[in-house]
């Protein structure tokens, strides 16, 4: 028995939607369940005070200190170097065998799972050069683990300026550095930053590679030589020694917050600077 | 591109002469020190390579390939270092995790392209990209709340199981594919469209019979690239797998994956038993590098599916 | 004030724009400032035993609160990281929650600062009270796999442990399991509290861990007849005790030092004891 095509079709494209509602479903289920029972113990003490005996009472505020750092020293590490491959790869060299080997290395280095990415933090910047369990270890960790996402969304975005502006800037006598800096970045520069928001949401959520790179102390870091817990490892720990389920729920809380502000922000930046959402 | 190189030191030299010598300089200096930064990618891919590779490949030697992969005793502290049930742990998650993520990531892709009005995209779009925002350990701790209870209550076993983490992982997988998918389905031509829909198909036969045909390389890659974050995940696996030394005879059986092993002891291992460790962690990435490397290959359109293949 | 924000993310008030970005980078800065600071001071490290760590950390922070310039950092990482790290000098005192090999008797100057009881534990609705060692042993070596071969309901028996190099895993090996090997059909999990969150929840599971942690979700079962309590183990009838150490690699720092004697002090043998651990003296 044959059934007709247009049956097929609607039965077709009724499954879509299903699989696609599912999907929304399970989004929608994360954020709530956590929110809901997050939320009543979020406050401007939890957020600003340091947490007490392990993290059973008291707030996360070294937590979130230490996760700006590592993030924030990352991002400032991977995006002038990320920016500086995309610029090199697009402006400053012909297609060949060396632009495919760095294509090729970004690419590889964008598949490798961060726990491998954790031994090797280990080995080489705690161990190796002797850094210690670290801020500094673990933001040189994610810092390559984010070069990948900034060499590609920055050689897209720089790829997408027009012809015509560099044509410009060198007919009005500038050398190809102004041109990249001063047109072509600067046009491109809302791809770019998207690219790094992307990053930052990433570095935040990480917790294998900087389990095993930044440590899991649970002081205010002095200095970036010292070790200290970010977010999500402390969430990690909280719900996994079930320390305070309630505390757990609130990073949690806290973490999904960071991570759809900053989803919101590329989106944001995506739609109003380069069209494409 | 090269017609424009050989033009400016002659127009700056025209305009100002004074300066055209410092000007060629620097503009050298500039174009090394970028290319210099270009190679931090695949240096730094070059030392993760030697650093893993160095401190996991003695003991591989020590115990033999054929042992180290074959065997499924795992006693790091008597010396017997077999990672099968790894292995094959590490890759009945991921088959079961692609089944889920293949389904559901490829209908959202298609919905995206085919089917679905521009306000509604603007709705699905960001929120599968908000799935992949979110932090694997909260991935592995809804798994655990939820999940794990109810496998274990309503389909038998201990709940963490093959089961709970493969649609864990499913769903962690669905945006790598669904974007990506949604890159080479919208790759293809309008014209295999309108000339299919012209011939007289259905909307969901120009789709299944024209589309996915010509994207197909693109999906593969896609489903690939997916695989590759489903087999490196570590948290959220840790979290609901159930971390066993037994070959799993069931989906509900608990399992131990490559990642978790690394993870479970890292922190625990000395000597020998740190270097096995390490020695997994080869393996994971000859793993990782033969998928990343078919998904490259496979994929003709280079630069689009690389920059959502985080 | 909603107002304004959208109207400037718009774009349309193009100079209120520049207020807003200078203000969200002041309030990084602000956040980023403690991390400012480049002197190590007296730091001490402290790594080691998961197990330790929770009564580690809390007596740093009363440490670090009453102790001055002196700071106490605590990481977790595991008895043999805790001994890996004093060895080689990342960590000024590694945590190790089991007795010394011999081998490591001979390297390290060892402190014990509490003795902890090591409790099995079931399902609170588990009918079994009591085992014997040998039973313990012959049911993590897999031999046992029904709960009704012990006394109780016909139920498989799925056993949970720890991972390996766990000081927790190595203290029941060594207690309980003489010759015979933990089966691989154990379920490995790397923290007491998860262990203890499966146990909760599955009336087939049996786990091990602390005495000080087990609390009133779980039942923790008698072990050659003598109930798991402070008591029992001071009185050193429950078998299964194993000591809590702080290692160092030579003779401690003055600050190591300080924070050690600060341990063994009365305040923190009453604080360790509060925890349900039991003092050393």
Known sequence: MRIAPSITQRIAVSIMWTLAAVAMGVLAFIITYILWHGLPHLSWAFLTESPKSMGREGGVFPMIVGTLWVTMLAVVIAAPVGVATAIYLTEYTHEGKMTAAIRFGADCLAGIPSIIFGLFGFVFFVITLGMGLSVISGALTVALMVLPTIIRTSEEAIRAVPRAYRDVAYGLGSTRWQMVTRVVVRSALPGIATGVVLSVGRSISETAAVMLTAGSALGLPQSIFQSSRTLSLHFYILSREGISMTNAYATASVLIIAIMAINLSAYWLMRRFVGKA | ?310 | MFVDLVQILRGERKEDMKWLLGGVLLLLALLLLPGLGSEKGATVNVIGSTSVQPFAEMLAEEFNRIGGHRRVEVQGGGSTAGLQAALNGVADIGMCSRSLKEDEAKVFQSVAIARDGLSVVVHPSNRVDGLTKQQVERIFAGEITNWAEVGGEDRPIRLITREEGSGTREAFVKLVMGKSRISPKAMTQESNGSVKELVRNDSCAIGYMSLGLVGKDLKALKVDGVEPTAEQVMTKKYPLVRPFLFVTKSKPGSDAQAFIDYVLSVEGQQMLVKEGLVRVQ
């Open chain 2, 1 to 310: 591109m090269s017609t424009m190189r050989a033009q400016i030191p002659v127009q700056s030299a025209a305009r100002r002469p004074l300066l055209a010598r410092r000007r060629l300089d620097s503009e050298r200096v500039i174009s090394w020190v970028l290319f210099l930064m270009a190679l931090s990618a695949l240096s730094g891919l070059a030392v993760i390579t030697a650093f893993i590779f160095k401190e996991g490949i003695p003991i591989i030697a020590k115990v033999g390939l054929r042992r180290f992969i074959f065997s499924s005793h795992w006693y790091p502290l008597e010396g017997e270092f077999g990672i099968l049930p790894m292995i094959v742990g590490s890759l009945m998650v991921t088959a079961g995790a692609m089944v889920i993520g293949m389904v559901f990531g490829l209908g959202c892709a298609i919905l995206l392209t085919q089917y679905c009005p521009p306000r509604m995209v603007s709705i699905i779009k960001p929120a599968i990209e908000l799935l992949a925002g979110i932090p694997s350990v909260v991935y592995g701790f809804i798994g655990v709340a939820i999940l794990v209870p109810f496998i274990r209550d309503y389909l038998g076993g201990p709940g963490l199981s093959v089961l709970a983490s493969s649609i864990v992982l499913g769903v962690m997988m669905l945006p790598t594919i669904t974007s990506i998918s949604v890159d080479a389905l919208r790759a293809v031509p309008k014209s295999y469209i309108e000339g299919s829909i012209a011939l007289g198909a259905t909307e969901w036969q120009t789709t299944h019979m024209v589309v996915l045909k010509a994207a197909r390389s693109g999906i593969v890659a896609a489903v690939i690239l997916g695989m590759g974050r489903a087999v490196g995940e570590t948290m959220a696996v840790i979290m609901v797998a159930g971390n066993t030394l037994e070959l799993p005879h069931s989906i509900l059986d608990p399992v131990r994956t490559l990642t978790s092993n690394i993870a479970l002891e890292m922190g625990y291992a000395a000597g020998d038993h740190r270097k096995a460790l390490f020695a997994t962690g080869v393996v994971l990435f000859v793993i990782i590098m033969v998928l990343n490397t078919i998904a490259l290959r496979v994929s003709r359109r280079r630069s689009k599916v690389k920059v959502l293949a985080k």
